[in-house]
């Protein structure tokens, strides 16, 4: 089973519409999650860090549920520019693999018209 | 503000024939990291880096090699290349201070063995 696990899609919505993804962890030491954005054929980028309260940026709502150990983003109001591959991230500090940041598939958005 | 530079940006390879990846950041970041993306796929760790002359294997490290002289470069070698090393390669670095962990990616370097 994959440590990181999400939907690949893709999603194609249309502009102005509300998307969700959602991610689920395998590893219950994992310690801080987030969402990062690649675009095509370039470097990922933090997008934004998940809380366990729920946290928000503008139009991006991030939520942690430790329990069913799942994750999600949601994306309202979509924007043409919001079309990428949208990654979830886990971080466990444990020994042996401190420090490390373990990467899901990632989750394909096009946003259209 | 250069961030995570990388080089070549593109290279073709033969079977067997070795490189080196080139990666620098000038954020005086402790921590590097070499990562592999193979198509349609997420990042694999391939060896990561804590600080000068400190570097660790990650999920990946078969057929490659780093070393770590300076706090700003963490090449990546690859000795004998194979068609499996076909990938995508990014380097990454961060700040080592409590609770902060965004990694900066470089651009990336298109790799092809044939």
């Known amino acids: 089973r994959k440590e990181v696990e999400q939907d690949p899609g893709p999603f194609n919505v249309p502009e102005g519409a509300t998307v969700a993804f959602n991610c689920t962890y395998s590893?219950?030491?994992?310690?801080?999650f987030f969402w990062y954005r690649q675009d095509c054929r370039k470097e990922p980028k933090l997008l934004m860090s998940?809380?366990?309260s729920g946290n928000e940026d503008g139009r991006f709502t991030a939520q942690l549920n430790r329990a069913s150990q799942y994750i999600s983003l949601l994306i309202r109001d979509s924007k043409l520019s919001d079309s990428a591959t949208y990654l979830c991230v886990s971080y466990t500090g444990s020994s042996g693999s401190a420090r490390q940041l373990t990467f899901g598939s990632g989750t394909q958005l096009t946003v259209l018209p | 503000n250069a961030g995570v530079t990388q080089t070549p940006k593109f290279r073709i390879l033969k079977i067997g024939q070795s490189m080196t990846l080139q990666c620098t950041q000038d954020m005086n970041h402790n921590y590097m990291y070499w990562y592999r993306q193979d198509p349609g796929m997420g990042l694999k760790l391939i060896y990561y880096?804590?600080?000068?002359?400190?570097?660790d294997k990650g999920e990946v490290p078969n057929g490659y090699n780093v070393s770590r002289s300076t706090t700003e470069d963490f090449p990546l070698r690859l000795e004998l290349a194979a068609p499996s090393q076909t990938s995508v390669y990014f380097c990454a670095s961060r700040t080592d201070g409590q609770g902060t962990y965004e990694q900066y990616f470089g651009p990336g370097t298109r790799l092809t063995v044939t």
């Open positions: 880096s804590v600080g000068a002359g400190i570097t």
């Open positions: 998940v809380y366990s």
């Open positions: 590893n219950s030491a994992s310690q801080s």
